[in-house]
């Protein structure tokens, strides 16, 4: 039906940068908000980073000023550029989107990639 699929993951030092990428496929009729999430061992999974339809964006204020989210709603891709990366910015990183798959109503579906492990070194 649809699928998000996210790549770029890897390890990487600290200081180092890092950018996600996840596509949307499928019976998309268009993306409302799309965000990235992440989950630590023996954490719960978090909000990273959010970004509407209109380009509207939050973060989390751990990653505020070093990571920056996008979104190119034509090609229905989202970005993730991670810099000065820390060890606890280590985790599963997840995509996540709210989607419309029929022209028949205005009910949104939410989504989740399979995730994409970033680990950072000290």
């Known amino acids: 039906q649809v699928q998000l699929v996210e790549s770029g993951g890897g390890l990487v030092q600290a200081g180092e940068s890092l950018k996600l990428s996840c596509s949307a496929s499928?019976?998309?009729?268009?993306?409302?908000?799309m965000g990235w999430y992440r989950q630590a061992p023996g954490k719960q999974r978090e909000l990273v980073a959010a970004?509407?339809?209109?380009?509207?964006?939050n973060y989390a204020p751990s990653v505020e000023g070093r990571f920056t989210i996008s979104r190119d709603n034509a090609k229905n891709l989202m970005y993730l550029q991670m810099n000065s990366l820390k060890p606890e910015d280590t985790a599963v990183y997840y995509c996540?989107?709210?989607?419309?798959?029929?022209?028949?109503?205005?009910?949104?579906?939410?989504?989740w990639g399979q995730g994409t492990q970033v680990t950072v070194s000290s």
């Open positions: 996540n989107a709210e989607i419309y798959i029929s022209v028949y109503d205005e009910v949104r579906y939410e989504f």
């Open positions: 970004i509407s339809g209109r380009a509207g964006t």
């Open positions: 499928g019976s998309i009729v268009s993306i409302y908000a």
